[in-house]
């Protein structure tokens, strides 16, 4: 059973514009959360996270933010750039391990 | 700081056969935590060691195993393989798996199985 759902395999976005990727989850014991970015032939590199007890946080271009009563997470990337095409997986933790979504691929069209 | 290491980074196997599969974590890291990444699943948790004590585990066969050794490297072993075990296995190390510490990534390594 998939604890953290990313509904959208796939994201085209152009250059400059925001790119926004949402993800689920269905445990309401969660309290921390993760976004990874990850190339071809790269493992998953980090790239921002929140706990349960902030909505959001910033890091430069990108942005997570966190709805606990929807069980729901999103990252906002602007502007968005070429290099940010990747496949993005959201990871959620209750202290135990980490569980991770399906990912979504990102393509930034220049 | 060197990155986490996976050897090796390609394999092929055949059906039946066992393979070992290797993790150095990052200098100064004592947990270690291996996944299973394939199409559409996602990163499926195998298990995780702390101290050459596997401390969580995740929902695989007993196919799976691990162990962790005094200098933190780990290994992973997967005995009988079936087809379904062509994957990409991922290590990740972090200081102390104690709760929320960020965690780095190996490159992975590609396990093929005809």
């Known amino acids: 059973d998939q604890q953290v759902k990313q509904n959208s395999p796939s994201l085209s976005v152009q250059e400059g514009r925001i790119s926004i990727l949402n993800c689920d989850y269905t445990n309401s014991m969660f309290d921390y959360f993760l976004w990874y970015k990850k190339y071809p032939a790269e493992g998953p590199t980090f790239l921002i996270s929140?706990?349960?007890?902030?909505d959001k946080n910033e890091d430069g271009r990108f942005t997570v933010f966190l709805n606990k009563s929807a069980k729901h997470l999103s990252l906002h990337i602007v502007p968005s750039q070429p290099g940010d095409s990747a496949v993005y997986f959201c990871a959620a933790s209750g202290g135990n391990q980490f569980y991770f979504g399906t990912g979504t691929s990102l393509t930034v069209i220049p | 700081k060197a990155g986490v290491t996976q050897t090796p980074r390609y394999l092929i196997k055949t059906r039946g056969q066992q393979v070992t599969l290797s993790c150095s974590p990052i200098s100064g890291h004592r947990s270690v935590s291996w996944y299973q990444q394939t199409p559409g699943q996602g990163l499926q948790f195998l298990f995780e060691y702390f101290s050459e004590t596997q401390r969580n585990k995740g929902n695989f066969p007993g196919r799976f195993s691990g162990r962790q050794f005094s200098n933190s490297r780990s290994e992973m072993n997967v005995s009988t393989l079936e087809l379904g075990d062509s994957a990409l296995y991922l290590c990740?190390?972090?200081?102390?798996?104690?709760?929320?510490?960020?965690?780095?990534f190996g490159p992975g390594t590609r396990l093929t199985v005809l």
């Open positions: 929140i706990s349960s007890i902030k």
């Open positions: 990740a190390s972090s200081l102390d798996r104690t709760g929320n510490d960020e965690q780095f």
